[in-house]
């Protein structure tokens, strides 16, 4: 049966870090914020960490803080958790790494029985940076191990609720750990969970001492049951433990795998890009050379028809055809001779056409440089094309390399969800062994009990017998070796 429930105070009994709250007074919030949040979760041991955030707090104004101390809020529930609890008949204690400055409000207004927690140094009106109190260096389990020999019970008969990882030795020293709104390392170990901020939920798991729920918390299998049961739950244990780390190994190499397919990704890309860009300069030249390829073709057409070049090319061709047709077609002789006299009168024209020779010239070496620049844009273009289809290649393989890593990707997610899934098994295997062994514990200690009872009380009943031979002693009559044994077993005599 549950006599004494000890708290954890921050974000417990009070709804805030105390720590945090001083932070503020001396600008040091994130540095002290991060180093709680690292011992909550487990990550940095208590005593190291309190140190280190006292050390920051060094300087500020003893009078500040205690007015700060007023203004933290009770942890919703609180007041009337406390007060039905103790009128249930429970006795209620903190037992916190905090100090005694709320500490000590807090025992005030909930009539606590217990309160337990440091104190921070000061001089002269401000903190020295030092803090002291049995919980600098102590745990928690060694507080609850005192209050219980103070209210002579046993670890079976009290309760813990915390919140983080420096409660973890005070839920597992007591017979039921509530972790309440707590971190994940606090949860894996508890009991009870409850994940809403409100104490009043507590009232549902501490009922009357007397009630129905106390009296089915006792054990119900023997020692053997309890036994066996932790057996086959060990021998589970390890095959989900081993079915957990070799998805772990799987996700992880898939991890990998996807990593490189990525890596790949990336390395041809980088060359896609770069053909890419090469691509664009080659094209850029190409638009060069085909803008004087343009330039000269169009100069020289000009130069062509001033020059009247044009004009003799045309009487040139027009009596080339003349005389073909005056020596392939038969023609009666009228006709022939018009088609001479017009041949004749247009070599008279030619001959009579004046050609500027150096127009001509100039021409012909515009020809030559239009041509220059067109061989080179089709030779650029060429090499652009090929610089493009290398640049596609890359592409394509990007495409391939990415749905191997999309596919990869998603085999890993699926995988580590696997993991994840079989890791709550895994935790929650963990918790019914640890119950099992709490089980056990009580057992034992039931049976320690009963097995004390036995001999208790047979060394009344010796005892009774011993003084009844002693009277019979003392009045004259004989006694045997056993009962004189009986009776300096007893120191009678």
Not at 25 to 45: H, R, Y
Not at 208 to 216: F, L, Q, T, Y
Not at 250 to 260: F, V
Not at 294 to 306: G, I, R
Request: charged share 40%; proline share 1%.
């Amino acid at each position: 049966m549950i006599k004494l429930i000890a708290f954890d105070l921050d974000n417990v009994l009070i709804d805030g870090e105390v720590i945090d709250e001083m932070a503020k007074l001396v600008g040091v919030e994130k540095e002290i914020s991060k180093i709680t949040s690292q011992a909550m979760e487990g990550d940095l041991d208590f005593g190291t960490a309190l140190k280190e955030r006292v050390s920051l707090l060094k300087g500020a104004s003893v009078e500040d803080i205690n007015k700060v101390m007023l203004e933290i809020p009770l942890m919703e529930g609180a007041k009337e958790s406390v007060s039905q609890l103790k009128k249930r008949g429970y006795k209620i204690a903190t037992i916190t790494g905090s100090f005694d400055v709320i500490a000590q409000r807090m025992k005030d207004e909930l009539d606590l029985d217990y309160t337990y927690s440091n104190s921070l140094e000061e001089k002269d009106g401000v903190l020295t940076g030092e803090v002291t109190g049995p919980l600098v260096e102590g745990s928690k389990k060694d507080i609850l191990k005192e209050i219980m020999a103070l209210e002579k019970i046993s670890a079976e008969e009290c309760a813990a609720v915390g919140d983080g990882a420096n409660d973890v030795s005070m839920l597992k020293e007591a017979n039921l750990g509530v972790a309440f709104n707590a971190k994940p390392v606090l949860k894996e170990m508890a009991d009870v969970i409850v994940d809403k901020k409100d104490l009043k939920e507590l009232l549902e798991i501490f009922d009357d001492p007397s009630s129905v729920k106390e009296i089915a918390s006792e054990p119900k299998e023997s020692f053997p049951e309890l036994l066996s049961k932790k057996k086959d739950l060990e021998k589970a244990l390890k095959e989900l433990t081993v079915e957990r780390d070799q998805l772990n190994d799987d996700a992880k190499k898939l991890r990998q795998e996807r990593d490189e397919l990525n890596s790949q990704i990336r390395e041809n890309l980088d060359k896609a890009l770069k053909y890419r860009d090469e691509r664009d300069q080659v094209n850029q030249e190409v638009k060069k050379y085909k803008k004087l390829r343009d330039e000269a073709h169009k100069a020289y057409k000009k130069m062509e028809w001033t020059s009247g070049r044009r004009e003799a090319v045309q009487i040139e061709d027009e009596i080339k055809r003349l005389e073909k047709t005056i020596e392939t077609r038969v023609l009666d002789i009228r006709k022939e001779n018009e088609l001479v006299k017009k041949v004749t009168d247009l070599r008279k024209k030619l001959q009579g056409m004046q050609e500027d020779e150096e127009s001509r010239s100039e021409a012909l070496k515009l020809k030559e440089v239009s041509e220059t620049h067109h061989a080179k844009v089709v030779e650029l273009s060429d090499q652009a094309q090929e610089t493009h289809e290398k640049m596609l290649e890359y592409f394509r393989k990007i495409d391939d390399i990415r749905n191997q890593a999309d596919a990869t990707h998603q085999k890993f997610i699926e995988t580590r969800e696997k993991a994840n899934k079989v890791h709550e098994e895994v935790k929650a295997t963990f918790g019914k062994i640890r119950k099992a062994n709490k089980g056990m514990d009580r057992v034992k200690a039931k049976e320690r009990s009963i097995e004390d009872e036995i001999v208790r009380k047979k060394n009344s009943e010796e005892r009774e017998k011993a003084e009844e031979i002693y009277r019979k002693f003392r009045e004259g009559k004989k006694v045997s070796t056993e009962e004189l044994m009986l009776l300096q077993k007893h120191n009678i005599v």
